[in-house]
């Protein structure tokens, strides 16, 4: 098991570094037909110019803060998860129904939740509206969506219009709506936040000079090894290249991680899930439900 | 008593480490045959192609990381058990009593929150509920379970209805009832905090990285020392594999903290511990309490 | 792409650096010729005079304490977006239109939101109040702006007058202008965060302290190479000095993030989604709303 | 000054370490004369089994982690004095006196303040209430308070009755009886959280992982330096096993910081001043208190 | 401009480790007389007693801790201003004034606000009240600070029963009243986070094993280098120890930020800032204010 997980090639960095690292590679190789034709470009000394300290700790910083930001935003969907389930459970507790529409009504708000976890979603991939979003939202309610710069900002407006009315019916307390609006603010905030880590790389300054200084020791390795590896030094120039743009392209996969890629959020999973637990509020009928003493 | 704690194998990583440990270790026997046998397999300078430091600094990144779910889910744990106490003395001191079931139907809620810490152990190790669970729900609770993708969320519905129940009776003040429910909320939370830390693994691609950097490292270590140990190689592979092996390893076994490991979260004894401090508010009688004034 | 993103001039440290860095490669230079006058100038031991490895750890930390001030400004720049579209929804919901002007004061109330994220934006950027910020308040307002020292503060008091008012009049209920009062605090705590990271650099003795030990280090650099690299020592002092005042360098540009650089905070573009985001609700006519339910 | 600092054995921890060092010192001594009889002992290819960077950065994490539990033992226990200084207040503002014997009763209570602090300590250090507790108690709670497993939570659900029956009896409001039960929850979350950090070690697999690195680097070294150094191996053995095994013995005193030890939190101080601070409300007369306009 | 800050002394490390540099210099001078009288003093292989890479780590820890302890301290005191503004804010907006008297109580409650800021600076100082005090309080309130052992506190106090008077006299309704105690609820705990970093440092066996182990480090170097570089070793020494000794000084300097270094918090200016902010209130009348909407 260790070993599949080891050499696996879904997920890892190899689809992304693999040019680059051959790149180094046939440059090294360039390196030793040169000096077996006694051209003088061995220079061992070269080992010091970026001392492998500063690039170590560079690059640590760099995967730091990108596994910073892939974890912030797991939190902010663990924390749209939460906040939908107790929305859910509180509006199918809370909300009185005194009229033959009402359970309807209900469902449709409830379904409105599923509605924004697909769009927040795709919202955070760029993408419009589709299918998917079809089952949980009124005709009309899609087409403006179509049209709309946030779509779960929208979604969520929706659902605050529709317990204003139902709080102006009466089948709501002050206290009830405040709670609510409260959960409702914090799915708003959740949505800034995934913005906030889409929408701010890490510094261009940053990145720039790391990819600068990684290059520079790649191109420098040749001749400081060939005077020891001969023909070799191809191969050797090559593997170390791959540790290090591989390290580098971690940090790249994962800084944001709203994607498709293995190594992004799962957010499809995440999305069936919120859905499969409304669901369970939609479905329900209180016959169903036992209670708590008998 | 520090000798004792440095060589205990209970808790320690040696049984995760010991087979690829002894593997590479043979692999360096055979690299000393070799040289013996005059092949070249003699090349000091590749002990520069992972630099140790580079190394050194992913495997501490790795365990740093791994710790920090671990205490993530000791905070996530350790919020479950001051909330789920401050809701048992809510629960005993604002439920007023006025019919004679009440006192009963007080003890049944207050066993829900023991069923909760417990349902919330087994969904985390995803176990079906069992013996365990049964003292401390009702017969037809305990079916519904069985049928029940999250059961601590169930448990929680259950405690809700009941409260609404009991706020609709008059048994409660509004003020009461929302500050039992901010309580509730807490306590999804921490379900979900926990379930977060449990399916979103550290990204593929870090560990693949990782793990192919350590297994290069060992397997071209016998060549860097072979001309000086000789036949003592494999030892020498031995344990450096082991070392940098048990750093990787103590990431693995602590990052999801909620199974059976030595090195998990005792989970049984923080169950017990919530268990205990309920028994004392269902099996108090008010005679008993001394008052604070007397 | 990776090698466009790697040699780009625009938002790299260059412009900053280059100075300092030929400096050091034409003191490298004299070294060098120097050396091939025959002056003893050769200390291969001065390596060790400042560890790299300590060089490298403050250099890092430094990267680390800027980039921390960085993310932070920009949380407190999400929490500002977060908060003034929650309030732009709060107020276009909440509050109630009686009388026949109202509509067009609480449009005027919405515009003072878009005036605080410009007036905050200038605050942090010590700029007086200019056209940008004209449409947004009254020409009243916008004189009294001009001689004020806190924009955006006051631009928050105008607001609440205004919500107290309606309160007054009794267009709120207590509890909507607690909900308000409380996102307002939010902004207000905001602004207070950002003066903060804009008024307290890094203590000066550390980077006093680090400024030194860099010149140090790569002044000292060509009397230990110059043996080796003869008359190449001025290239490889300017190129290592390049590297190190570079990671210097990104703290200085990342630690203020409130400017005008390519590094730092896309302030304009940030004020633009808001005032986007509030035309939203200043636009829309009830007709065009779609009613959750149809 | 900074010498007295340097050199204090109060605190330090020598005592701790200086029996292993002594250990690995006579090892030392040991492979020296080994070595002088002209055993095969030198090796120094071995310097490299346990690369220096690994080891260090294993020591820091150990450090960190272990600092970071002190610090946040510390912010807890901080969080409790605030948390006493805000109720005491509240609770001789709040509290109405309408009846000869409500001044005696509030003072009362204020002592059980002043219990749960040092019941939190002796607590925390598994010690049974003792004299230090009984002059804030009355005898009958002392009683129960001695077969009392959590003796802090008993004595704030004293306090909790306490203020019910005030309750009750009108002399607080509603809202004052909600702020107030908020802190006596940030209270027994605070006892929460520190029972958290007594309790869950670091993660056995670390602790025993990094020893036996220690231990392996601490017993090579002789083999490594005797050929240079012959006698004075042992001494230098025995120094750089102090301060190897001195950094991890940081780690061991301060990660549970509740004890007696010099680098421990100051408890009784901490506890000398809520007593104080409660003091000057029980003891003040409402004479003495100038108004805050004259 | 760089080079300027390079080499400012006021705010370096220079006052407080020339003289421990200085001797350390001394130190190497002397071992190269004895050398060049042919003493054995010349020991290379000392360099690894202390591995740099340890002692670097343990180094940057030290600058690491104490500067979360300097910016923790900037953020308590960031959230006094904005609690400050915001109480101000809400005292002038809320408090009714009925009576002829009511607009200087007002005031004066207000100047109670300054008065805090102060004496909460002067506290962490441990200095008494004096001059700058006195504007903001009543003389008879003077007084009892001079015999105060918590001045901010005490103000807390004295606003809170100002409160209470009025609340009684219905000049503020309950919910403004419960806002207002949760912002000065915030000031408190602001006092005491501050005293939690004045008087609790960096446990002590960490200082002294680290100041231990710099000095071995210094006092070993000599020996090393002295083959080399004969009598430049005590300049060599010199600077290689203000190195060191300058990053342990930066953590001695801003561990505690409360003093009056150029490396501590500008508390003299963020005080003008609270006062300033506050005079706005207190001096504005309702005429020159413009309405938000004209």
């Known amino acids: 098991m260790w070993l599949t997980k080891t050499f696996s090639i879904k997920g890892s960095v190899f689809q992304g570094v693999w040019k680059r690292s051959l790149l180094c590679g ?52 663990g924390s749209t998860v939460n906040t939908i389930r107790n929305l859910a459970w509180q509006l199918s507790v809370s909300l009185k ?72 019916r009466g089948l709501l307390t002050v206290n009830q709506l405040a709670s609510i609006h409260s959960l409702m603010t914090r799915l708003m905030d959740n949505v800034g936040g995934c913005e906030r880590i889409l929408k701010t790389p890490i510094p261009p300054a940053y990145v720039i000079h790391l990819n600068q200084l990684i290059l520079l020791y790649c191109l420098l390795l040749p001749f400081q090894v060939v005077q020891e590896l001969g023909f070799s030094t191809g191969i050797f120039v090559a593997i170390i290249s791959f540790a290090l743009f591989g390290i580098e392209e971690i940090g790249v996969e994962i800084e944001n991680p709203f994607g498709y890629d293995p190594n992004d959020l799962p957010l499809d999973k995440i999305c069936d899930t919120i859905i499969q637990n409304i669901e369970e509020f939609t479905h329900s009928n209180s016959e169903e439900v036992p209670k708590p003493v008998d």
Chains 1, 2, 3, 4, 5 share one sequence.
């Open 26 to 77: 046939l440059f090294g190789l360039l390196v030793s037909f040169l000096y077996s034709n006694q051209w003088p470009v061995s220079e061992p000394i070269l080992g010091g110019i970026i001392p492998s300290i500063v690039l170590g700790l560079l690059l640590v910083f760099r995967t730091n803060t990108a596994y910073e930001r892939f974890w912030e935003g797991r939190k902010l969907w």
């Open 97 to 168: 129904e005194v009229e033959p529409g009402d359970r309807d009504r209900k469902i449709q708000a409830l379904h409105l939740l599923s509605a924004f976890a697909i769009a927040k979603k795709r919202h955070l991939r760029y993408e419009a509206p589709n299918e998917e979003l079809k089952p949980w939202v009124s005709p009309s309610q899609y087409q403006v969506l179509q049209n709309t710069d946030n779509m779960p900002l929208k979604i969520t407006h929706w659902l605050g219009d529709y317990l204003q009315q139902e709080y102006n």
